[in-house]
């Protein structure tokens, strides 16, 4: 194709050789370790790119908007839901990988597939779903089925064991930079607007926040994220680094541990928390146990016929976003247990 006009062609070839220009811990698409089912490679875009647009046109990505992340099922228009923090864990995920000289495509396309697998609710979801999985559910583990099986998106290697090792609680740790990437993404994003939406809901207050994280960091919000993401370039870039891994400067990385410390203890286990927490536990366990009895009740198009019932159900009630699940309660159930149930979440 003629590189005359004022356009210039780029096909994947083009964009791989880009990155050869990369720092020498970055994870270059052409070694990737590829799929679990091998495929033509794409004309235009790179693996990670390809992956990157599958997740983005996926059915698990479009529920985000309607799932918790701290306040259920909020009416505020203002309150981060799952997706804005997806979206803001991918902006600061990219931010560090170009900063840093890491692949910025692979850093996106495992941000934005961090947490498909996310229950309603939250991480109380995560509670309620327990006793039905030997060992534990974990939203990250979901993921990675839905990406593998539920969904059939076939990606990459790199991009699934960016999602199944996000959280900070999951061993082995990511085996990408980019990876590393995301988790202190994760983490920069939810401490610091879950700390903003706290403070809007009247949980608490600004100066109620350890004097550490305001020297260090300012404000939450925009100011918080800029000044974490700015001591994990400088624990990474420092000479001190020998492991050569994605770090958060020793200092700022003490005050981190402490605002998450303080978030447990005053929002995440908070009374307004604990009071969420009874009711979500009571209508997912509900739902689950409903469908347990009534498996013809699942649809076709989200069931994996492989499985066991029990993991049919989960993979069903766990996909489920906050409203949809509530509204199922609704009709499941009398409507005396729903009077008692639906408003205390909807109030919040």
């Not at 089925?145 to 790199?158: D, K, P, S």
């Not at 498996?295 to 489920?320: H, K, W």
Request: charge should be negative; include cysteine.
């Amino acid at each position: 194709m003629s590189a005359a006009g004022p356009f210039r062609f780029t096909d994947r070839s083009v964009r791989q050789a880009a990155e050869e220009h990369l720092a020498p811990a970055a994870t270059r698409a052409a070694d990737s370790r590829g799929r679990a089912r091998p495929e033509p490679e794409d004309p235009l875009r790179t693996a990670f790119e390809r992956d990157r647009d599958r997740i983005l046109h996926a059915k698990a990505f479009r529920r985000l908007k309607h799932k918790t992340q701290v306040f259920l099922n909020p009416d505020g228009d203002h309150f981060v839901t799952r997706l804005t923090h997806t979206l803001q864990v991918t902006q600061v995920a990219r931010s560090l990988a170009r900063a840093l000289g890491l692949n910025e495509t692979l850093a996106e396309a495992i941000a934005l597939a961090h947490d498909v697998g996310h229950s309603p609710f939250g991480h109380l979801g995560e509670d309620a779903l327990e006793p039905y999985v030997a060992g534990g559910w974990h939203h990250a583990a979901q993921g990675v089925r839905i990406v593998e099986v539920l969904e059939h998106l076939n990606l990459t290697w790199e991009v699934r064991d960016g999602v199944r090792s996000h959280s900070w609680k999951i061993e082995p740790p990511p085996s990408t930079r980019e990876g590393e990437c995301v988790r202190y993404a994760d983490r920069i994003g939810y401490l610091s607007h879950d700390a903003l939406d706290a403070i809007r809901a009247g949980v608490i207050a600004l100066e109620d926040l350890p004097a550490r994280t305001r020297d260090v960091f300012g404000v939450p919000g925009s100011q918080m994220v800029g000044t974490m993401i700015d001591a994990v370039v400088e624990g990474s870039l420092s000479p001190d680094n020998a492991a050569g891994e994605v770090v958060m400067a020793p200092g700022p990385l003490a005050a981190m541990h402490e605002l998450r410390a303080f978030m447990f203890e005053r929002v995440y286990a908070s009374e307004t928390a604990a009071g969420q927490k009874h009711v979500a536990i009571d209508v997912i366990r509900r739902l689950v146990d409903h469908h347990l009895a009534h498996p013809e009740l699942i649809p076709v198009t989200y069931r994996d016929t492989e499985a066991g019932a029990v993991t049919q159900v989960v993979d069903y009630v766990s996909g489920m976003t906050d409203r949809f699940a509530l509204a199922m309660h609704d009709r499941l159930f009398d409507a005396d247990a729903t009077s008692r149930m639906t408003p205390l979440l909807r109030a919040q």
